[in-house]
């Protein structure tokens, strides 16, 4: 039998969890529903679709979003794949030799890369925008700046579980049976790295397909990305509109997250950081 401080503990814990999940959740929920059921149903008489019936599922709004923004959402797609791509290019070896073979200036060269990300995005963007002034609408200049804001995270789940002890240890004794440095990077770090690289992947992934901030002074007509053109949705379209847009970005990035809690990649992460 629980003591009563127990039981007041449990409530207290189950309360407050329950309350910040109603008040996250409920909006969402709304959303949700106002992408596909009439707005009557929701106490909204405004913003009507043209012609629209009364019907309780109404999913005309999906095909609609989907066709006006469908090149935006594929352009998101691109950048957020290609970020992975660089990041795991770039981020994995250039931890490795922050986290392995430390030099002179090296941690400062490390929190150079974490700085994005104590800077507003807007201020990246003039930035970037005065720096490189003849790319100005190229894709990838926006690439570039989906990048500042990616790579830190990739650069810190790998370095973090490079300090650990267990790969030192691994690589050591791969050294003395005579494996050579590309055998070792193969066999050795690479296979211990696994984790830490599919965190940081799901998490650049994550991020560049969210990220409005950097992207905004960066986009051109033909060249936006899809947060952008949700952006749009909520200050020009109805209701109904920007809910089915919303639910399409989440329908995305939503899978994402999940995929991050089931291979634990918030404990990793921390423990990197």
Not at 195 to 202: D, E, K, N, Q, T
Request: net charge positive; hydrophobic share 55%.
């Amino acid at each position: 039998m629980p003591s009563p401080r127990r039981l007041l503990d449990g409530v207290f814990v189950y309360g407050v969890t329950g309350g910040l999940a109603l008040v996250v959740g409920l909006p969402v929920a709304v959303v949700v529903l106002g992408s596909c059921l009439d707005t009557s149903w929701l106490g909204l008489s405004s913003e009507q679709w043209v012609g629209g019936g009364k019907a309780l599922l109404d999913l005309r709004w999906f095909r609609y979003v989907s066709e006006l923004y469908g090149a935006n959402m594929l352009f998101s797609l691109r950048l957020a794949l290609l970020s992975v791509g660089v990041c795991l290019a770039a981020g994995v070896p250039g931890a490795y030799v922050l986290a392995r073979r430390p030099f002179r200036g090296s941690r400062v060269l490390e929190e150079v890369v974490l700085l994005p990300l104590a800077l507003p995005g807007i201020g990246m963007s003039v930035a970037l925008i005065q720096a490189w002034s003849a790319a100005r609408g190229q894709w990838w200049l926006i690439l570039g700046g989906h990048l500042l804001y990616t790579l830190p995270f990739m650069v810190r789940a790998v370095a973090g579980t490079l300090r650990s002890g267990d790969i030192s240890h691994l690589e050591a004794a791969a050294r003395t049976l005579g494996a050579g440095a590309w055998q070792r990077a193969v066999w050795v770090i690479l296979p211990s790295l696994r984790h830490a690289m599919i965190v940081g992947a799901l998490l650049v992934f994550a991020i560049s397909w969210g990220e409005f901030n950097v992207s905004f002074l960066l986009n051109t007509p033909l060249h936006q990305t899809y947060p952008a053109a949700l952006y749009a949705t909520y200050t020009s379209n109805s209701f109904k509109v920007s809910s089915a847009a919303t639910v399409l970005f989440l329908a995305v990035v939503v899978p994402v997250l999940v995929a991050i809690q089931l291979v634990g990649g918030g404990d990793r992460v921390e423990q990197g950081a």
